[in-house]
């Protein structure tokens, strides 16, 4: 059974940072390409990064390039987001994803989500 169970969310500053973890299991991991994408209410669901298997290739949403840093540990079963520089329209529900936008195969497993919102 796959399973994908983010963390690392919360609340954080505009110009703050935040690491946002995904732990797989259930399938060959490093065999699939991994993904990012978030939700905000009321509005459809954007992709934030994709990864291949050997880490080998990796696509960012214009928005986030060069802010955000996406990567995985294969001896862990890991896939991470690096959150640097958040600017308030970056508060969303953060899902870990089997496959990506960007990927030949397809998408096929979704986390529960991990909340990124802003505070003080």
């Known amino acids: 059974q796959v399973r994908l169970v983010e963390s690392g969310g919360g609340l954080a500053q505009p110009g703050g940072s935040l690491t946002l973890t995904c732990v797989a299991s259930?399938?060959?991991?490093?065999?699939?390409?991994m993904g990012w994408a978030r939700q905000i209410p009321g509005k459809g669901l954007e992709w934030v990064s994709g990864?291949?298997?050997?880490?080998?290739?990796?696509w960012y949403a214009d928005s986030v390039k060069g802010r955000f840093t996406i990567s995985r540990d294969n001896a862990q079963n890991t896939l991470h987001l690096q959150l640097n520089r958040l600017r308030q329209e970056d508060a969303a529900l953060y899902y870990c994803?089997?496959?990506?936008?960007?990927?030949?195969?397809?998408?096929?497993?979704w986390g529960q989500g991990t909340q990124v919102a802003f505070g003080s």
């Open positions: 259930g399938f060959a991991f490093n065999m699939y390409q």
């Open positions: 994803t089997k496959g990506n936008r960007w990927s030949y195969r397809e998408v096929d497993s």
């Open positions: 990864i291949s298997g050997d880490s080998s290739d990796i």
